[in-house]
């Protein structure tokens, strides 16, 4: 008869594993595991300081989901592949609340943030 300390040992180990096969297992459709899901928050405290995105080497075939955080206002936020380009106008992506753009980039930092108002966040989402 197995002790109480060894039952707990066993319990223990158990739990363990389906954590593991749990964390492992994929979710609905989609092609990756959910401990393979990275999310980075840019927000922005000086609006027409474009930041740069967090240098990260992004595995070719992935992508990468830009979205703009649902936020008090209506404040727009931009995203563009280099520091010039997110300050014109004309060549930036505008993002509202709820609105996302996905892109194919080799490293997150080739993208560049901006926005119209202070502590306006986006998120950066992608499957490695």
């Not at 080497?57 to 997110?86: C, D, F, K, N």
């Amino acid at each position: 008869m197995p002790t109480d300390n060894e039952l707990l040992l066993e319990l223990r180990d158990l739990t363990k594993e389906l954590i593991r096969v749990t964390i492992q297992a994929p979710r609905h459709s989609q092609k990756y595991a959910l401990d393979q899901v990275r999310v980075w928050l840019i927000e922005q405290f000086n609006p027409g300081t474009p930041i740069q995105g967090p240098d990260m080497p992004i595995p070719p075939g992935y992508s990468v989901l830009v979205r703009m955080r649902p936020q008090a206002g209506t404040p727009i936020g931009y995203v563009a592949g280099s520091e010039g380009t997110v300050r014109d106008s004309y060549s930036r992506v505008h993002l509202q609340e709820g609105e996302s753009i996905t892109v194919f980039v080799t490293n997150l930092k080739y993208l560049w943030f901006d926005a119209d108002t202070a502590a306006t966040q986006m998120e950066i989402v992608c499957s490695l």
